[in-house]
């Protein structure tokens, strides 16, 4: 089945460093992926959506100069929190629909935990 | 009040029961999704769905669009069943998808 592989796993960093969070499709050609962060106990939240080769697409109140999307290829779209903070730390995490956004499931990567310190 | 409302919360079940977890919505849908999220944080598809009921091993989903309204059923849970069910919704008027808060399943053997 569809695979989506995200990197890394998990994070440390200390407060103004950036970090890159990568997601790859494996074995499908993502032209959309979805980037979503979850704080305990809550739903996830959708931060922003990238779409390859063109610019990423971010929800309300969500800085898109402190999160930066790159989707520069169908397999490949990584997020970068710049300067973080502790306020940043969270669970990112990405999806990417296999088909059409509309009937297609969900595959989801297995998700960041960002601790910044 | 959120668009998307799961119950329960929290639920404990010793191995073998029946589960049911529950999930109701406000906003018009094309589609409905059950997700499960393991302790490590990782999200598994579990069904999608638009209309009636869907069965995969022994897990069921069944939806009631006049009534906005979803289950998510196990049969002979098992401990490996205990993990995070979410529920999520995409909107026909915004095409994004919107997650409820999740329903946490623990399994006793």
């Known amino acids: 089945g569809a695979v989506v592989s995200q990197h890394p796993s998990w994070v440390i960093c200390k407060s103004g460093t950036s970090v890159k969070i990568e997601c790859r499709s494996l074995?499908?050609?993502?032209?959309?992926m979805f980037w979503y962060r979850q704080f305990p106990k809550q739903s996830l939240m959708l931060m922003a959506t990238?779409?390859?080769?063109?610019?990423?697409?971010?929800e309300q109140g969500v800085e898109k100069d402190k999160f930066l999307i790159n989707h520069a290829s169908l397999t490949l779209s990584t997020l970068t929190v710049t300067s973080a903070h502790p306020e940043d730390s969270s669970f990112y995490i990405c999806?990417?629909?296999?088909?059409?956004?509309?009937?297609?499931?969900?595959?989801f990567g297995n998700g960041t935990r960002l601790t910044v310190t | 009040k959120n668009e998307v409302e799961q119950s329960p919360q929290n639920l404990t079940a010793q191995e073998g029961e029946f589960i049911t977890i529950n999930c109701s919505y406000s906003v018009g849908i094309s589609a409905l999704h059950w997700l499960q999220q393991h302790p490590g944080g990782g999200i598994v598809s579990l069904f999608m769905l638009s209309s009636g009921k869907k069965k995969h091993g022994r897990l069921i989903a069944t939806i009631n669009i006049q009534e906005k309204h979803s289950s998510l059923h196990i049969t002979a849970s098992h401990p490996r069943d205990s993990a995070v069910y979410i529920c999520a919704v995409r909107s026909v008027n915004t095409d994004k998808l919107i997650f409820g808060t999740g329903t946490r399943l623990q399994v006793f053997p």
């Open positions: 999806s990417a629909p296999v088909q059409s956004l509309y009937n297609s499931p969900l595959h």
């Open positions: 074995d499908f050609q993502a032209t959309t």
């Open positions: 990238s779409n390859e080769g063109s610019k990423a697409t971010y």
